[in-house]
């Protein structure tokens, strides 16, 4: 079986205790199967999706309808929505402020009726705001009813904030991917940036991850970085020549036993189900 094999019912005898995750990126949709009772039992394809958002729309419907084991009844169904549009509040802000117009007021370009995704970080009382278009989040919900939606930064910063000590130490944590990345620098008890940039080289990418840590961290603090390994072996050697601290991300230990499609799945996709 190859990575472009249709997904189709005989592949997983018992969905019902499989999860289907499945990541809307800005470029690619990545749709992962597992089973946590079951050894080597992790299923990943990947589909490119096109700029337009109504063309990536009508690129998920159809490999979704290509791919019948996706509409079989899973034990729970989790989607991961990137966005170049994400506010990070306090509680206090949004349990009395509308959040599509928090979403507006930082940015004129958000839609003008979005359906918001509102994670909660309980561990810095805090949450993320992110912008859905109402067509995706309406084709998902019909077609998966019990759908959960969450902003792709919602699995990476609990998971960063899991493997920190308690205390006040600070850490940088990065998730890069080819053309993009995730930067959360946090201590067990603070959250003190959270920011998602794109690039076109990986010299940029040095240069965003240095130039938002310069006024809140020093050169002794650890920046770990996690996501594409032929980006984050690039980017490491940059960073050392500022900062004597940086090192990869442990792959996460329990997803060893998922299966070897694991070892390629986008990293906010592989540590979800350490999350919820």
């Given amino acids: 079986m190859t990575a472009s094999t249709p997904l189709?019912?005989?592949l997983v005898k018992e969905p019902a205790y499989c999860r289907l995750d499945l990541r809307i990126g800005v470029t690619?949709?990545?749709v992962m199967i597992y089973n946590p009772l079951e050894d080597s039992s992790l299923l990943l394809r990947h589909c490119e999706l096109p700029?337009?958002?109504a063309e990536s729309l009508?690129?998920?419907?159809?490999f979704i309808y290509d791919n019948p084991l996706l509409l079989s009844d899973f034990k729970t169904v989790t989607a991961i929505i990137e966005s170049r549009r994400f506010l990070t509040v306090p509680d206090g802000v949004?349990?009395?402020c509308d959040h599509a117009a928090l979403l507006r007021e930082a940015d004129s370009d958000t839609d003008?009726?979005?359906v918001v995704t509102d994670d909660r970080l309980d561990a810095f009382s805090a949450r993320i705001l992110s912008p859905i278009s109402s067509a995706t989040a309406n084709f998902l919900r019909r077609t998966f009813p019990n759908i959960r939606l969450h902003s792709t930064l919602y699995p990476f910063t609990r998971y960063?904030?899991?493997n920190l000590t308690k205390g006040n130490t600070m850490k940088i944590f990065v998730n890069l991917r080819v053309k993009s990345l995730d930067i959360a620098v946090m201590s067990s008890r603070e959250l003190y940036l959270l920011n998602r940039f794109e690039y076109r080289d990986i010299n940029d990418a040095a240069f965003y991850i240095l130039s938002c840590t310069e006024d809140i961290s020093d050169d002794r603090e650890e920046i770990l970085i996690g996501g594409d390994r032929e980006q984050r072996d690039a980017l490491m050697p940059l960073l050392r020549k500022f900062r004597p601290y940086v090192m990869p991300m442990i792959f996460p230990s329990a997803m060893?036993?998922?299966g070897a499609d694991a070892m390629k799945s986008p990293f906010d996709l592989i540590i979800l189900p350490l999350c919820e």
């Fill in 112 to 114: 003008q009726r979005p």
């Fill in 51 to 53: 700029a337009d958002e």
């Fill in 160 to 162: 960063c904030h899991s």
């Fill in 94 to 96: 949004a349990d009395v």
């Fill in 58 to 62: 009508r690129q998920i419907e159809t």
């Fill in 8 to 10: 189709t019912r005989e």
């Fill in 256 to 258: 060893f036993r998922a």
């Fill in 28 to 30: 690619a949709l990545d």
